[in-house]
């Protein structure tokens, strides 16, 4: 099988280098290595191999791969920012090989049908990258054919699991507020509404992730001896000849991994690729490495003293993530009905019920809009936004709001007990930040401008404290409702009306859940609500867009073709490339980035790739 550690003597030479070993970089090599086993391919990634690894393959065991010794995530630490109360946000991305899809929630979510439009460019509309949704998953779930695949290398199921009592409460609750329950919020245009959601989990309880779906079977097929995996690499810099032809890679082991005795420089190695070198460390290490070999803003470059090759101010600019924040309810829930006790298990593989390993612990959520009158109450600023960027477009969700049965804000919250933790995340952030290198070494500092809640009409800030407010009258009208967990809710002054409370009983009877009273907030309310929101909105780990794919004078770095401008044999696959954002959970887009590279890389060298989905020889274990 060749996954090597380290580099072997006689691999000096490939037709393909691909930079990173994450969603997309395993759909493109996975893709190409299919469809000509003869095509000599390396496929680079920092971290270590991920295959069969507990806290990777078991759904129940997400929240490990938060944890820095577990070593499968890397965690990039943001400048200090006014706008979060002088906090240093850390960002988490993929560290292993399979990138985020090895170490997310797993929630399936795709963007809407006017996101993609609204990238326009070329062969990259929704109904031109149908095929690629489609063709990437094998799906379980309620939908039509029309819109998904049942044959890709990916399953979307249920897994093993589910608490019909938190998705029956909140379906429930929701529609108490004004929210329908919709049976597929993944068309591409559903919105406004709760339903059921799925999972890249296949029905035996195994994560699908990007590794194990695309790279792995091919590997023990022992039929693709020219698909080369190196893990616990990092990439340097691509080598440019005096045509600024991309002609190889300079790597070095990661010293995490592979340590030096002291006062021994790190080895450095050169790959030559005959064909193309491609880029796919996603939004936060592909501008670094297009940096590092002289591509980018000529400003960031002199600064580092890196010589300019290219000049494109569009690299590592206008870094977005959604902006998320999570709030704990106390509830009357059983064991059997949330994910606390394996959370808080010392031994998780060893708890009672082995089919909630197979649970992320999501099984509701939702992509949300304001009422009309809550848009009114929001204020002038907020309506003429509203106005122009979501009026005209109904299948744009202000906020995605997911219900996950567990505790996900403090582990170190009294045991035992059941809870249920709300996170509300913004579809379509007006902020921007950037991330760009200081240095031309892979020790100097990253520069890296989170940029949350720096839009000039606070209406990031906004949409959160409507979320919150609107999340926790859905949460009052569920019959499991016992109060707020009060950390992860702002701190209201004494005598508010939107005081937390604790409750031993729900807050209607029977199914009255007209009977709630919603909460009122005054001034003050909505001043501690803003202050706590600075404080604890965090990532959502779906960064995206510092290389986009866009015309070069709109500070695009990728044609429509994810050719690096002004390179040729150089291409950039990835979350990077996303010229807008999307309202969904992001690796699906990322993956979907995945599948159109490959088939655009194979258009390029004469290769089909295969019409139905399926890789050919291994598929993946189910």
Same mark, same amino acid.
């Given at each position: 099988?060749?996954?090597?550690?380290? *580099?072997?003597?006689?691999?000096?030479?490939?037709?393909?280098?691909?930079?990173?070993?994450?969603?997309?970089?395993?759909?493109?090599?996975?893709?190409?290595?299919?469809?000509?086993?003869?095509?000599?391919?390396?496929?680079?990634?920092?971290?270590?191999?991920?295959?069969?690894?507990?806290?990777?393959?078991?759904?129940?065991?997400?929240?490990?791969?938060?944890?820095?010794?577990?070593? =499968?995530?890397? /965690?990039?630490?943001?400048?200090?920012?006014?706008?979060?109360?002088?906090?240093?946000?850390?960002?988490?991305?993929?560290?292993?090989?399979?990138?985020?899809?090895?170490?997310? /929630?797993?929630?399936?979510?795709?963007?809407?049908?006017?996101?993609?439009?609204?990238?326009?460019?070329?062969?990259?509309?929704?109904?031109?990258?149908? +095929? /690629?949704?489609?063709?990437?998953?094998?799906?379980?779930?309620? #939908?039509?054919?029309?819109?998904?695949?049942?044959?890709?290398?990916?399953?979307? %199921?249920?897994?093993?699991?589910?608490?019909?009592?938190?998705?029956?409460?909140?379906?429930?609750?929701?529609?108490?507020?004004?929210?329908?329950?919709?049976?597929?919020?993944?068309?591409?245009?559903?919105?406004?509404?709760?339903?059921?959601?799925?999972?890249?989990?296949?029905? %035996?309880?195994?994560?699908?992730?990007?590794?194990?779906?695309?790279?792995?079977?091919?590997?023990?097929?022992?039929?693709?001896?020219?698909?080369?995996?190196?893990?616990?690499?990092?990439?340097?810099?691509?080598?440019?000849?005096?045509?600024?032809?991309? =002609? !190889?890679?300079?790597?070095?082991?990661?010293?995490?991994?592979?340590?030096?005795?002291?006062?021994?420089?790190?080895?450095?190695?050169?790959?030559?690729?005959?064909?193309?070198?491609?880029? %796919?460390?996603?939004?936060?290490?592909?501008?670094?490495?297009?940096?590092?070999?002289?591509?980018?803003?000529?400003?960031? *470059?002199?600064?580092?003293?890196? +010589?300019?090759?290219?000049?494109?101010?569009?690299?590592?600019?206008?870094?977005?993530?959604?902006?998320?924040?999570?709030?704990?309810?106390?509830?009357?829930?059983?064991?059997?009905?949330?994910?606390?006790?394996?959370?808080?298990?010392?031994?998780?593989?060893?708890?009672?019920?082995?089919?909630?390993?197979?649970?992320?612990?999501?099984?509701? $959520?939702?992509?949300?809009?304001?009422?009309?009158?809550? &848009?009114? %109450?929001?204020?002038?600023?907020?309506?003429?936004?509203?106005?122009?960027?979501?009026?005209?477009?109904?299948?744009?969700?202000?906020?995605?709001?997911?219900?996950?049965?567990?505790?996900?804000?403090?582990?170190?919250?009294?045991?035992?007990?059941?809870?249920?933790?709300?996170?509300?995340?913004? $579809?379509?952030?007006?902020?921007?930040?950037?991330?760009?290198?200081?240095?031309?070494?892979?020790?100097?500092?990253?520069?890296?401008?989170? #940029?949350?809640?720096?839009?000039?009409?606070?209406?990031? &800030?906004?949409?959160?404290?409507?979320?919150?407010?609107?999340?926790?009258?859905?949460?009052?009208?569920?019959?499991?409702?016992?109060?707020?967990?009060?950390?992860?809710?702002?701190? /209201?002054?004494?005598?508010?009306?939107?005081?937390?409370?604790?409750?031993?009983?729900?807050?209607?009877?029977?199914?009255?859940?007209?009977?709630?009273?919603?909460?009122?907030?005054?001034?003050?309310?909505?001043?501690?609500?803003?202050?706590?929101?600075?404080?604890?909105?965090?990532?959502?780990?779906?960064?995206? !867009?510092?290389?986009?794919?866009?015309?070069?004078?709109?500070?695009?770095?990728?044609?429509?073709?994810?050719?690096?401008?002004?390179?040729?044999?150089?291409?950039?696959?990835?979350?990077?490339? $996303?010229?807008?954002?999307?309202?969904?959970?992001?690796?699906?887009? $990322?993956?979907?980035?995945?599948?159109?590279?490959?088939?655009?890389?194979?258009?390029?060298? #004469?290769?089909?790739?295969?019409?139905?989905?399926?890789?050919?020889?291994?598929?993946?274990?189910?």
């Amino acid at each position: 099988m060749p996954l090597y550690q380290k *580099l072997p003597e006689n691999l000096d030479e490939v037709d393909i280098i691909i930079a990173g070993g994450g969603s997309a970089g395993c759909v493109v090599a996975g893709r190409l290595a299919a469809a000509d086993p003869g095509l000599s391919i390396l496929l680079i990634e920092q971290g270590r191999n991920n295959y069969d690894l507990p806290s990777v393959i078991h759904p129940a065991l997400f929240a490990q791969n938060l944890v820095p010794a577990t070593g =499968t995530a890397l /965690f990039y630490q943001a400048n200090k920012a006014k706008e979060l109360n002088g906090r240093k946000p850390i960002v988490p991305s993929g560290g292993i090989l399979g990138g985020g899809s090895s170490i997310n /929630f797993m929630l399936y979510t795709r963007g809407q049908r006017s996101d993609y439009d609204a990238w326009n460019m070329p062969g990259w509309s929704t109904d031109e990258l149908l +095929p /690629f949704f489609k063709r990437l998953e094998t799906y379980h779930g309620d #939908g039509h054919p029309q819109t998904h695949g049942f044959s890709g290398p990916i399953h979307v %199921s249920d897994g093993t699991h589910r608490s019909p009592v938190v998705m029956n409460e909140v379906l429930a609750a929701a529609k108490a507020v004004g929210y329908p329950e919709i049976h597929d919020l993944q068309d591409f245009d559903a919105n406004n509404g709760f339903g059921t959601w799925y999972r890249t989990v296949c029905p %035996s309880g195994r994560r699908q992730d990007a590794a194990h779906t695309f790279i792995h079977p091919l590997l023990e097929s022992n039929t693709h001896p020219n698909l080369h995996v190196l893990v616990e690499h990092l990439v340097i810099r691509v080598l440019l000849d005096n045509n600024n032809d991309a =002609t !190889g890679i300079e790597l070095t082991p990661k010293p995490a991994h592979q340590p030096i005795l002291s006062g021994t420089a790190h080895p450095t190695h050169t790959i030559n690729a005959r064909k193309l070198v491609i880029i %796919s460390s996603g939004a936060l290490g592909s501008p670094a490495i297009l940096e590092r070999s002289g591509i980018g803003c000529p400003t960031v *470059l002199s600064a580092a003293n890196i +010589p300019l090759r290219i000049p494109l101010p569009g690299v590592g600019h206008a870094y977005q993530d959604h902006n998320l924040v999570l709030h704990t309810y106390k509830t009357s829930l059983s064991p059997s009905e949330t994910l606390d006790e394996i959370l808080t298990c010392p031994s998780p593989l060893t708890a009672p019920s082995k089919t909630m390993l197979g649970w992320n612990g999501c099984d509701i $959520a939702s992509k949300l809009r304001p009422s009309p009158s809550a &848009i009114t %109450s929001l204020g002038p600023v907020f309506q003429a936004a509203w106005d122009r960027d979501f009026a005209s477009a109904p299948d744009k969700p202000l906020m995605l709001t997911a219900v996950l049965a567990g505790c996900l804000t403090d582990p170190a919250v009294p045991r035992p007990g059941q809870y249920v933790t709300v996170g509300n995340y913004t $579809a379509y952030p007006y902020s921007r930040g950037h991330i760009h290198v200081t240095g031309p070494g892979l020790d100097d500092r990253l520069d890296f401008n989170l #940029g949350f809640f720096t839009d000039a009409d606070e209406i990031d &800030i906004m949409k959160l404290q409507w979320a919150y407010k609107n999340s926790r009258e859905i949460m009052r009208r569920t019959t499991f409702y016992r109060g707020e967990l009060a950390n992860s809710h702002p701190t /209201f002054r004494v005598g508010s009306k939107a005081a937390l409370i604790t409750t031993d009983a729900a807050l209607f009877e029977g199914d009255r859940r007209q009977d709630v009273v919603d909460i009122e907030y005054d001034t003050d309310d909505d001043l501690a609500i803003e202050d706590f929101l600075r404080e604890k909105t965090e990532t959502t780990w779906h960064s995206l !867009g510092t290389n986009k794919m866009a015309p070069r004078k709109d500070m695009g770095v990728v044609d429509a073709d994810l050719n690096v401008y002004g390179t040729t044999g150089l291409k950039v696959v990835d979350l990077s490339i $996303a010229p807008g954002n999307v309202g969904a959970n992001t690796n699906n887009t $990322a993956l979907v980035i995945g599948e159109k590279g490959a088939d655009i890389i194979a258009g390029e060298l #004469g290769l089909a790739l295969s019409p139905c989905g399926r890789l050919g020889l291994g598929q993946a274990r189910t």
